[in-house]
């Protein structure tokens, strides 16, 4: 095995949404494209997104950034790790209160035929705290007849005048942007595919893509276009995706070859115009936020209240006048202010900064936009907060997608949350917090290896 860095560059991009499916639990989001060179047998391209909202501030007077460690393993079928690669990447501080950002790390490794694990693990050098993420990829046994499907929202050709920016990186012609799974939104609304064509002989081809939704609808198709090839060759080509609704989708491109058809699909997110007014409202303006606010955004900071909300105080908002709820949600945080002699109050600041950033991380149902706070995972971290650290199991053999939350400050509590539907919507189903329930079929729901790896986290 060889592996090599690529770059390793730090796109800061911003996405507009959970993308849901792949490798993107929540958390990193990784993507191995697999590639065949003779000689060499595959070569994968591997992408990481790493958010910003795992990297905390490092205090350094006037010259204050973020900063973290990315750490690749590379592991065969037995366990044994073959290669390890580390590197430290920066933030600029201005980028850290950027909603979205991140940086897209990249890695190239060639393998032999067989079956790996690529373990990526990042640590905030500001808190220590370590996210983890994995994803399996196989060596190709024989030459195939093309390539994995990329998708990405831009590329361009790679001519002589053409300087590679921040972000991309060189292939088969092309300058690509470095994406593990596209997030497109209504004004962004471009995809492109790249796929490498095997062959081996002088043949043309026919090729046609199809856009589908989650539940199998065709939303999209291209007319075929045909390819002259020799032995190899590469197609990439984009898609106008204005109007598509906000969702999960699959890209499924047919190479129709004389004597067969090879299908290779990849997915991505289409966002939505998505706000929390009033939430952002209420973050820093704790003096009087509720004095300007409708009815609908009053109602919108009542509802998470059901997470601290105490008997007597119920069955009361909802029968009262607009100035009445204004004066109920006064009267609520004015009973919880830690330090009511101060201007604002602490806690109603930091409950809505919760809620604003659960529903930032956690939002799920594509088009149904289930708010974060709603979610088990988010409901989870408005209660207990950050956890210390995240096992992301995307694809684990026959096991449906599934992530482990540790907390290690004071005693040690794990949250093990399921992707029930394959959809992306992660419910709890076990937890060693006697405050939340657990799932009696925990165990049955994972298979006997998962629950081993969550006994090891």
Partial sequence: MRMWCAGLVAALVCTTGTAAGQTDAGGLAIAAKRF???????????????????????????????AYRVTIVVRDSAG????EQSWAQRVPQQMLSVPGASSVEQFRFALAAGRYTIEVTVTDSASGRVTHGAVSVDGYQTVPLASDLLLTSQIRAAGDSAVEQGGEFSRGGFLITAQPHPVLTPTQNQLFYYVELYPGRDVEAELAARVLAADGRQMVATAPETVALSAAGVAASGLNLMGLPPGEYTVELDVQYPDTTVTRTASFTMAGFETEAAIAAAVGQSSDVFAQLTEAQLDTLYRPLVYLIEAGERGIYEGLS????RNYLRQFWARRD?????????????????????????????????????????RIYVKYGRPDEILNRPQSGSTRPYEVWKYTRGRLRKFVFYDETGLGNYVLIWTNEQREPSRANWADLLGPEAVKDVERF
């Fill in 80 to 83: 044994l790790a073959l290669t």
């Fill in 36 to 66: 065949y060179r003779t000689g060499v047998g595959t070569t994968v391209e591997g992408f990481c997104r790493v958010p910003f909202r795992f990297v905390e501030r490092v205090e350094g007077g006037s010259d204050a950034f973020g």
């Fill in 338 to 378: 830690p330090s009511p002699d101060t201007p604002g109050n602490e806690m109603q600041d930091q409950f809505y900064r919760l809620i604003a950033e659960a529903n930032r991380r956690y939002r799920e149902g594509g088009a149904a936009e289930i708010p974060g706070w709603r979610t088990d995972r988010g």
């Fill in 322 to 325: 607009v100035e009445g709820k």
